[in-house]
C-alpha cells in the first residue's frame, strides 16, 4: 500500500471541546462522529484526537487509567469502533494519542507496583530508595517539579517526568515494553491509522541515575526542553535508547497492511529530531516541528524556516507545520486575532513542503479563552496559583492550558452549538462572528480560506508532493516570501505578502495563470498580508515565444 501519510493534512480534535451530544458539557465520541461531514467537507484527510481512554481526568486524558476502554465521559468502547469505521467509511484516517511514558497513579499496574517492593509489578514503573533522606538524585520533571515522589507505604520514590500522578513506566522491563506494545497492536488491529506519541523523548531514563548537570537556562521553549529550571536534561530526555525504541515501534506499525504512521511529540535541535526520525527515515515517520509556535509574523522567519528544512530535512524527510496545539497558546492569539495575517499563516502552512497539522477551531479564527490562572482546570495552573497572570505573560509561559482548549464555535446559539448545558470552559469572546455556521456563508471567511487552499491541496499533486524553491528574483525582499513547487512538469508558484502595504507581482499571463488569491484585486496586486498561487500553464509557454 502506497504511504499515504507523506501527503495528508491533520487536524487536531481535543475532545472534551469538539461537540457533546449528551448535554453533560463535555465533548464526547458521539459529538465528534457527528462533526466529520464537516471535517471531509473542510478538505482534511487525517483526524487525530486527543487522548479518550479511561482517566481519572487529572489532566484532562493524559493520565490513562486502561489502555483498553474510552472513559465514560466520552462514550464506550464500541463507540470507538464505530468512530473509526465513520472515519474510515468517509474515505478519512484517524490517528489516535498513545502515552507511553506512564500511566495514571489508578491504573491497575501502578496500584499493584506501590503496594510492596516484591510485588510482580514493581518493575513496571521505576522505584529507588532515597538517599539519606533526601530523593535518589537531583531530576526534575519537564515541568520544573521535582521527578522524585516519595511513597509512604514502601517508603522509596517512584520517578515522574511529568506530573506526580504520572508515574514513568520502566521500559528497562521487557514486559512493560511487551505490554505497552500490544496495547497499539490493539488499536492498529481494529484500524487505526496511527499514533502520535505523547513526550516519545522521555521514556527512556539512564541507568547509571546521574545527578543532571546544572544549566544556566530557566525558561523552557515549546521546541526544545532540554535545558530549563536551571537544569540540562542529560540523564532523562533524548537518550540513544528512545531513538532505538522509535525504530522498534516503527517495526511494529510497519507489519500492518494499512500503513498506519507515527508522529511523535518530541523536541530537541535538528540533530536530535533526526535521531527521533533514524538516518533512513526508519524510525518515527514524523515528528512535531514546534518553532511555528513560536513565529514571527515576518517574511524573512518563514523563509528562514524552509531553507532550514531543506538543508536539514530534504526528502525523503518530511517537515511539519504546526502553529498550535492544546498545550500552547493559540496562533491567533499571537497577532491579536488578526484574521487576514491568520489567513495567511495557513497559506503558508498548506503550501510548503511537508504535512501540516491544523488544530480544531484555528480554521475559524477561534480565539483564546479568558480564564486567570487562579481559575484554571488544567493541573499546570492548578500548581501555578500564586503566579499572577500579567507575571505569566510578561515572562512569556503559557500556564493555563485552558485558553486553548475552549469549545469549539459551531454556530452563535447560546452554548455556540457545543453544549445544550453549561460547558465545560468558557466559550472564546467574538464566537458570534467566529463560528462555522457564519463562515461558511461568507465568500471571504477564513473558513472559506481554509477550505479553498486544502481543496486545491487536495488536487494538486505538485502541492503534496512537490519539492521546493525560494524564487530567485525574491529572496532578499523583506515583506514578500516567494518559493515554487515543482513535481514533474508542473510547478505551482506561491507568493506571500506579510506587509503592511500592497504591491505588485508582475508575471506573464500567457506563461502563469492565477491559481488562487486570498484576497481578490487585479491581476498583479497582491493586499496587505494576502497570498497568491500561480500556476505554469501546460505547454502554452511553447506558442507564445
Ligand atoms: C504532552 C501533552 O501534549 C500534554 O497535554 C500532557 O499534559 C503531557 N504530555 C503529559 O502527558
Given at each position: 500500500m502506497k504511504q499515504w501519510w507523506k501527503q495528508t493534512t491533520i487536524y487536531?480534535?481535543?475532545p472534551r471541546s469538539y461537540q457533546d451530544s449528551n448535554g453533560d458539557g463535555i465533548g464526547d465520541i458521539k459529538g465528534i462522529i457527528s462533526r466529520l461531514d464537516y471535517l471531509k467537507d473542510l478538505g482534511i484527510e487525517t483526524i487525530w484526537i486527543s487522548p479518550m481512554y479511561v482517566s481519572p481526568q487529572k489532566d484532562f486524558g493524559y493520565d490513562i487509567a486502561d489502555y483498553y476502554h474510552m472513559d465514560p465521559i466520552f462514550g464506550t468502547v464500541k463507540e470507538a469502533f464505530a468512530l473509526i469505521k465513520a472515519v474510515h467509511n468517509r474515505k478519512m484516517k484517524i490517528v489516535f494519542d498513545m502515552v507511553l511514558n506512564h500511566t495514571s497513579d489508578e491504573h491497575a499496574w501502578f496500584q499493584e507496583s506501590r503496594s510492596s517492593t516484591t510485588n510482580p509489578k514493581r518493575d513496571y514503573y521505576i522505584w529507588k530508595k532515597g538517599k539519606n533522606g533526601a530523593p535518589p538524585n537531583n531530576w526534575i520533571s519537564m515541568v520544573g517539579k521535582p521527578g522524585w515522589n516519595y511513597d509512604e507505604k514502601t517508603k522509596e520514590y517512584y520517578y515522574s517526568n511529568f506530573l506526580s500522578f504520572q508515574p514513568d513506566l520502566n521500559y528497562r522491563n521487557p514486559k512493560v515494553k511487551e505490554e505497552m506494545f500490544n496495547v497499539m497492536r490493539f488499536w492498529m488491529d481494529k484500524g487505526v491509522d496511527g499514533f502520535r506519541l505523547d513526550i516519545f523523548n522521555s521514556i527512556y531514563k539512564?541507568?547509571?541515575f546521574k545527578d543532571n548537570p546544572f544549566s544556566i537556562r530557566y525558561l523552557p521553549t515549546p521546541d526544545n526542553n532540554d535545558e530549563a529550571y536551571f537544569q540540562e536534561k542529560k540523564y532523562t530526555l533524548n537518550l540513544?535508547?528512545?531513538f532505538k525504541l522509535a525504530k522498534e515501534?516503527?517495526?511494529l506499525v510497519e507489519k500492518y497492511r494499512h500503513k498506519p504512521f507515527l508522529i511523535g511529540e518530541v523536541s530537541g535541535d535538528d540533530k536530535t529530531l533526526k535521531g527521533f526520525l533514524g538516518e533512513k527515515v526508519d524510525g518515527l515517520n514524523l515528528v512535531f516541528q514546534f518553532e511555528l509556535i513560536e513565529f514571527k509574523f515576518r517574511a524573512d522567519f518563514f523563509r528562514r524556516i524552509l531553507l532550514n528544512n531543506e538543508i536539514e530535512f530534504p526528502a525523503p524527510f518530511l517537515p511539519t507545520y504546526v502553529f498550535g496545539n492544546h498545550d500552547q497558546k493559540r496562533s491567533i492569539s499571537k497577532i491579536d486575532g488578526h484574521l487576514e495575517k491568520a489567513k495567511l499563516l495557513a497559506f503558508f502552512q498548506l503550501t510548503a513542503r511537508g504535512i501540516p497539522i491544523i488544530y480544531y477551531g484555528?480554521?475559524?479564527g477561534l480565539l483564546e479563552g479568558n480564564i486567570s490562572n487562579q481559575e484554571g482546570l488544567d493541573p499546570i495552573a492548578r500548581q501555578n496559583r500564586w503566579v499572577p497572570d500579567w507575571l505569566s505573560k510578561f515572562l512569556g509561559i503559557y500556564l493555563n492550558r485552558d485558553n486553548?482548549?475552549?469549545p469549539m464555535s459551531w454556530d452563535d446559539s447560546a452554548n455556540n452549538g457545543f453544549t445544550s448545558s453549561k460547558p465545560w470552559l468558557p466559550l472564546s469572546s467574538d464566537t458570534k462572528n467566529r463560528n462555522v455556521e457564519i463562515e461558511s456563508k461568507n465568500p471571504s471567511s477564513i473558513l472559506n480560506h481554509y477550505k479553498s487552499l486544502l481543496r486545491i491541496r487536495n488536487k494538486e499533486r505538485t502541492l503534496r508532493e512537490g519539492s521546493i524553491g525560494l524564487i530567485d528574483k525574491w529572496k532578499e525582499e523583506?515583506?514578500?516570501l516567494a518559493y515554487?513547487?515543482?513535481?514533474?512538469?508542473?510547478?505551482?508558484?506561491?507568493?506571500?505578502?506579510?506587509g503592511n502595504f500592497p504591491r505588485e507581482i508582475y508575471f506573464d499571463e500567457a506563461e502563469y495563470e492565477i491559481l488562487y488569491k486570498s484576497y481578490v484585486a487585479d491581476t498583479f496586486l497582491l493586499q496587505s498580508y494576502s497570498g497568491m498561487l500561480l500556476k505554469k500553464r501546460k505547454s502554452k509557454k511553447w506558442f507564445s515565444k
Open positions: 487536531q480534535i481535543y539512564d541507568e547509571s540513544p535508547e528512545n515501534v516503527r517495526s484555528e480554521e475559524i486553548c482548549r475552549t523583506k515583506d514578500l515554487e513547487r515543482e513535481w514533474e512538469d508542473s510547478k505551482i508558484q506561491v507568493y506571500l505578502n506579510f
